[in-house]
DNA sequence: CGTTATATTGATCATCTTCAATGAGTGTGG
DNA sequence: CCACACTCATTGAAGATGATCAATATAACG
């Protein structure tokens, strides 16, 4: 475990940025706030159900998933984070988890303590207000992920999260032309829609024959972006993100 | 619209307690804190997608559900709300709704400004905490639906719910005898489940010729509480309820 | 270059949907 | 107090989406 003082913080700045102006003082509470980095492979357990952590986590690089398990076994994955994001905030104010988090790529994660970040809040209204605000959107998320589940066929649901996983790499500057890496395996891609692996292939290949999607390894191409927003039933409105982040 | 100055406040003063003991300042400040309380009948509206409201509303009595709907015509229930909930807590930070939340019955409703909640959390910030963990426990209710919907055959989704509904409405005190009134139709059961109306009577009956449930009109009584969590997979972590709400 | 993970294909099966009709319960007004 | 209307619950039959099982092809990786 590396003590890394620039990069994860200069990303959590830059996260909040995108959410309220930050002063320079916040800012520079920010920059101070003491942030160790750390690298996990692929696959990976980071926290599970059960754990009661002492710090919460951010991802700076890679894919995180939070998922569960039924008795019978059977996953469901109910996010997927990316960077930027920070995927088990509310064991800031819940002590026990009720969930498992995953790495599903390698990824580079900062570790905050609890500790550093009641202070902050405490002493920064704003900031914790955004903090409050991130996992209300996260919530939102899950919101979206239950009508998704509950309601769609597979083809839409599948289209849906192509959708999703798109505007939110927008987001943090991960798109280009279209196109953008992800890295999730269709058992994956299944766990997360409630559908299986078998099913999930069909559907990508008739996603692909519909020319909603064109895949190259893990790399997505959308050539037509209103096509499969309206096969996936997308409105983004859910996502809460400024339009100034997508533009 | 009439103005109200006790039971919801007073409610609202027990809903905290339960998850923190509330200094005699905080209780005062709650004491005053403004409340409308409004009566509304069932299958109104309260608040739709788009929305930008400057309040927030509490459950004094009656059941509310949050919903979406998808292109289709399809809706999709997200959650319900019993007595102490505050079904939109999320618009504090949000600004523009995704949900649309209605009343699933008579309800007596308390509403409270936004500003004046921004002061609440200000002055007292265990309040603030406490209402932020309020949403991560809704969160985490979305959570656990998403397994459910997501993992689960249709019997054991059914169970769920009702194991989930009757765990909830013993920590308010709405549960005696292992009895108590679930006002929803099955119908409504369908939209939370992910399966139609059909279906669910079918699961219903199920249910009931098994001896997980016994049911006379809208009441249930639940003859062997292992053995419908079994059926349900229930586990009350995600609940997140203190063990003395529910001694 | 062998080994493992992931993707793909085919065939059969089952849960749940859909459609359509009937029955029961509740409330209202004449 | 009954008739009517309305909502909700129940039943039956047929159909379809997606599951399951099992095998093979392809890609990734040390």
Known sequence: MIKAL?????????????????????????????????DIATN???????????QCFFISEGFTCVHKVSAEGKRQI?????????????SLHLQVLDINISTITPCKLGFIKHADLYQLCDRYPR??????????VHASIFREWLLNIGQRDAYSRVAHLICELMLRLKAVGLVE???????????????????????????????????????????????????????????PLYLHIKQEALA
């Open 44 to 54: 990976q357990n980071i926290v599970k159900v059960g754990d009661q952590p002492g």
């Open 127 to 136: 900031i914790g207000a955004a903090l409050w605000r991130e996992t209300l």
């Open 78 to 90: 109910i996010a997927i984070h990316v960077p930027g994001d920070i995927p088990d905030l509310q």
């Open 177 to 235: 032309e279209q196109t953008f890496k992800m890295p999730i395996t269709q058992a994956e891609i299944a766990d997360a829609s409630g559908i299986t692996p078998v099913h999930v292939n069909r559907v990508l290949q008739a996603l692909r024959s519909d020319g909603l999607i064109s895949t190259h390894r893990q790399q997505i191409t959308i050539p037509d972006w209103e096509k499969i927003q309206q096969a996936g039933e997308f409105d």
């Open 6 to 38: 620039h990069s994860a913080n200069d990303m959590m700045i830059r996260k909040l940025e995108s959410i309220f102006k930050l002063t320079s003082e916040e800012e520079q509470a920010l920059r101070d706030l003491p942030i160790q980095t750390k």
